[in-house]
């Protein structure tokens, strides 16, 4: 619904008016505006209209982009700078990086929208930051709003909106890691058999036999699988944006690659298959035509973030690891459960990289570092073994 035009009695005049309701999203935010007291239909469908278009000629913080522009330099204050920022950098970022950078400055813009660029002061934003974590933000978060305004200052200097950054002067929140958990060989197997007949089973099963990421395993297509000769090809993610799923790039070029099966990935594969073509054959064209390997009953896709959260259901309200006696871990540690076994099976890294789609081994090294000491010892081991001094 764009502009729907109502009409209203209003028992002050004791007369027959009429109002328009505005009802538009635009980059994922609901953009809601009612009038009422129009003499007649048209007058309110013809306001209407002309408020759709400035609200739509409106930037994603609620200026127009023209108006802030023609500004005086000295005047334009964060929040107008902000707008100015997303809008250049909107054709250069991926649309949930875009989405994430328009969240972060909102946020800020309630406590700091309303100053001057060139009176802001490292002291406002060190206090905003330590407003935000106190209002129970994470300073990880807060770290992501630091790094989101000084980009946005960083721009704004080669525009000459500023002279200089205020944000050099800031202490960045400190990033608080999030402990990698993972399952050994027999935790896994055990959450596998346990949840085999359940809906998270199969991405689950992806994650941990693959290393795949949560929107790739969503956006995975038949497609792309070839269960012949026992491989995936990763070529695309799906996310929700604008409240719409959407398949998407993947996170860099050498996130697309090939993945070659399991024996057990791919017997999991085919009784998924066999299962999905009696739901095809019984609804017919009502199935959804994308083919989607993680799907409904009826083919259409899950979002990444009801995965997500269905796998944590299920394990907290069946009481399946408390019943098995393993860790809970985090859907995003099934991918780094799988790295590190194989890791610890001796596979050598460049081949972990490249099914992780890491751009380097470097990265991969980086990451998974804390298993590294572990396998030096048992490289020492067979090098005793091997090499003999007198």
């Not at 007058?43 to 982009?65: N, V």
Request: with cysteine.
């Amino acid at each position: 619904m764009a502009v729907t035009v109502r009409e209203y009695y209003s028992k002050r005049q004791k007369r027959k008016t009429f109002g328009y309701e505005i009802d538009i999203t635009i980059q994922e935010q609901r953009i809601r505006e009612v009038k009422r007291g129009f003499n007649t239909k048209t007058e309110a469908r013809e306001e209407g209209k002309r408020r759709e278009l400035a609200i739509k000629k409106q930037g994603t913080l609620g200026y127009d982009i023209n108006d802030i522009i023609s500004k005086d330099k000295e005047k334009i204050t964060v929040k107008e700078l902000f707008e100015l920022w997303l809008q250049t950098k909107k054709n250069n970022i991926s649309p949930n990086t875009y989405q994430f950078y328009n969240n972060c400055s909102k946020m800020m813009c309630n406590e700091i929208g309303n100053k001057n660029v060139r009176k802001l002061k490292p002291e406002h934003i060190e206090l905003m930051l330590n407003k935000v974590i106190d209002n129970g933000v994470t300073s990880s978060t807060a770290r992501h709003y630091y790094n989101v305004l000084n980009n946005a200052f960083n721009w704004a200097i080669t525009r000459e909106y500023v002279v200089k950054n205020p944000c050099i002067l800031v202490e960045k929140p400190k990033e608080n890691k999030i402990e990698m958990k993972v399952y050994n060989e027999e935790q896994l197997y055990k959450l596998l058999n346990r949840i085999k007949h359940m809906t998270c089973y199969i991405p689950v099963m992806l994650a941990a036999t693959t290393g795949m990421r949560l929107g790739e395993i969503c956006g995975l297509t038949w497609d792309c699988v070839n269960l012949k000769k026992g491989f995936i090809e990763v070529k695309k993610q799906l996310q929700k944006i604008d409240n719409k799923l959407q398949f998407t790039p993947l996170k860099t070029t050498d996130s697309n690659r090939k993945i070659i099966l399991l024996d057990y990935t791919i017997n999991s594969l085919k009784k998924l298959k066999e299962k999905q073509k009696i739901n095809k054959d019984y609804l017919g064209d009502n199935y959804c035509k994308l083919n989607f390997v993680v799907c409904k009953n009826d083919g259409n896709p899950y979002a990444p973030s009801y995965v997500g959260r269905n796998y944590r259901r299920v394990l907290k309200d069946y009481k399946i690891c408390e019943e098995l006696n393993i860790p809970i871990i985090r859907f995003h540690d099934l991918r780094h459960t799988h790295a590190t076994l194989m890791l610890k099976a001796n596979i050598h890294p460049k081949i972990v990289a490249d099914r992780l789609g890491h751009s380097s081994i470097k990265m991969t090294l980086d990451t998974y570092s804390h298993i590294l000491p572990d396998m030096q010892q048992d490289a020492i081991e067979k090098l005793n073994n091997m090499i003999h001094f007198h």
